[in-house]
């Protein structure tokens, strides 16, 4: 099956007429009445009561209240976010768990359950959902692709980048003829440069300093070029931004312009974009769905291998309990509650197993359909899924693998393992302290801490949900911290 295939068998065209549909509410046992009938006024009944311009007066004025009662109890349900009682169209993303056939556009019957998803009510039924989906866990290995494939999807990057680099230089790096006008605005057709008012001061920054660092030999300019050293490579929420922001003071380290470039992961073109270990989604729109699983025939680290084999990674995890609530209270705009946190997972966990029932489970964590339609980002939490696939390239002693609540609890220890790992240069007591000692970087926001914690219910489903790959990371680095018994005091 194609990935058009699967696109549209998870987002049916039974899903779409069920959201055009109004919702129906039965009236009794035989007949139903569309919600807006009550605007379906018969001229036979203006006939009727044409002789009674009082009865008609009183009609039209009971219809007029009756629909602005209606329209203040429906406004007052949006804003409140409420969606226990009165909904107009029902959400196009719920499926069936009870009985489920194991078709993707199977839809709930049971319209209690389906609009009471933010009580603990269905806390039974979702127990359910992650026990099906923990019975269909299976670690497969992937099949590497040959660089003749890369390079022939990847031509302009290849031919760009050289095969070898200069000697005695930590990065990869190499002098690039400058064949443009210097005296031409070098960033002109940039995007980047009118992202932003605070993008746009980069580049101004980088417009001045750019004929400065041209080399001149004979008749022609040369760029100084350079690959990241290392690069950051995950996860959100789980402290790479602190990480970035103590190892930026250090002598020995020049960071990209950007924190979060996306390079690999989005555009193509030492980073820390904490996208880059799981973030696959663009590959169905750069490649075809060369395999009958639907899974990515390239991934990130393939690219990133063939032009760096020797780099160096750093990873940053956290409880993926607690980092699924983080990145819904900072990616949140509004109505964010615990309520809707659980009924945001409970819709995720739904899809996830419709997908898993018929599909493998990696072909389902990579799966840009399902990663888009899901309100909340359970895969990014699947560590093990996307840390396997990059020791299928890359060593392990290619990679430093933290937790944020030993950085949390510790800075100065683990800043040193960063340290030693980029064999970094000794520093000064007065320059430890300012990186190990300041502030922590990008933590949550006062009015998302006013929201409390997630639910008791939540928590303990999508600690089900996670324990399975939680425990096979603990076996591949041998180590139980992995496992997250212990309940973080990190927030």
Not at 131 to 153: A, G, H, M, W
Not at 180 to 188: E, L, R
Not at 326 to 355: M, P, R, T, W
Not at 459 to 481: C, G, H, M, V, W
Request: charged share 25%; with cysteine.
């Amino acid at each position: 099956m194609t990935e058009m295939d699967y696109k549209y068998t998870l987002l049916s065209s039974d899903s779409e007429d069920c959201q055009k549909r109004p919702f129906l509410f039965h009236v009794d046992n035989n007949n139903q009445m569309n919600l807006f009938a009550v605007l379906e006024v018969r001229r036979d009944n203006y006939r009727r009561w044409g002789g009674l311009p009082c009865f008609r007066k009183a009609k039209v004025y009971s219809i007029g209240l009756g629909l602005t009662v209606m329209s203040l109890v429906m406004a007052s349900y949006i804003l409140t976010g409420e969606k226990k009682g009165l909904l107009i169209t029902p959400s196009p993303y719920q499926y069936s768990t009870v009985n489920n056939s194991g078709l993707l556009n199977s839809h709930v019957t049971d319209l209690s359950f389906l609009f009471n998803l933010s009580s603990v009510r269905d806390y039974t039924n979702m127990k359910l959902v992650v026990k099906t989906i923990t019975s269909n866990i299976e670690f497969s290995t992937r099949q590497l692709p040959d660089l003749k494939d890369l390079v022939k999807y990847e031509q302009h990057m290849f031919s760009i980048i050289p095969s070898t680099f200069l000697p005695n230089v930590k990065n990869p790096c190499w002098y690039e003829e400058y064949t443009g006008n210097i005296t031409a605005d070098p960033y002109g057709t940039n995007l980047y440069a009118l992202y932003s008012k605070r993008f746009r001061t980069v580049f101004d920054y980088l417009r001045n300093a750019f004929r400065e660092h041209l080399y001149r030999q004979g008749n022609k300019y040369y760029r100084f070029r350079c690959l990241p050293y290392f690069y950051i490579i995950g996860q959100p929420k789980c402290g790479t931004t602190d990480l970035y922001d103590r190892l930026r003071l250090h002598p020995d380290v020049r960071f990209t312009t950007f924190k979060e470039p996306h390079w690999w992961t989005r555009k193509r073109f030492g980073e820390a974009s904490a996208s880059t270990l799981w973030d696959n989604n663009a590959w169905v729109y750069f490649y075809e769905n060369a395999t009958a699983e639907g899974e990515p025939p390239f991934l990130i680290q393939d690219f990133i291998h063939a032009v760096q084999p020797n780099a160096k990674f750093i990873i940053m995890l956290r409880d993926p309990v607690e980092r699924l609530y983080s990145d819904y209270l900072y990616f949140g705009i509004a109505n964010k509650s615990a309520d809707d946190f659980h009924e945001k997972v409970s819709e995720s966990l739904q899809l996830f197993e419709s997908c898993i029932l018929e599909y493998s489970m990696k072909s389902c964590v990579y799966n840009t359909t399902l990663n888009n339609a899901m309100p909340v980002r359970l895969q990014v939490g699947l560590y093990i899924v996307y840390i396997l696939d990059w020791l299928t390239v890359f060593d392990r002693n290619q990679m430093l693998v933290l937790r944020l609540e030993d950085h949390a609890t510790n800075r100065k220890y683990t800043m040193h393992k960063v340290f030693d790992f980029l064999s970094l240069g000794p520093l000064t007591e007065q320059k430890e302290a300012e990186i190990t000692k300041s502030p922590a970087s990008n933590t949550r926001r006062q009015a998302d801490k006013n929201l409390g914690p997630m639910l008791p219910a939540t928590r303990e489903i999508l600690k089900d949900f996670y324990t399975p790959f939680n425990a096979r990371l603990a076996q591949e680095f041998k180590n139980d911290s992995f496992l997250w018994e212990k309940k973080s005091k990190f927030m």
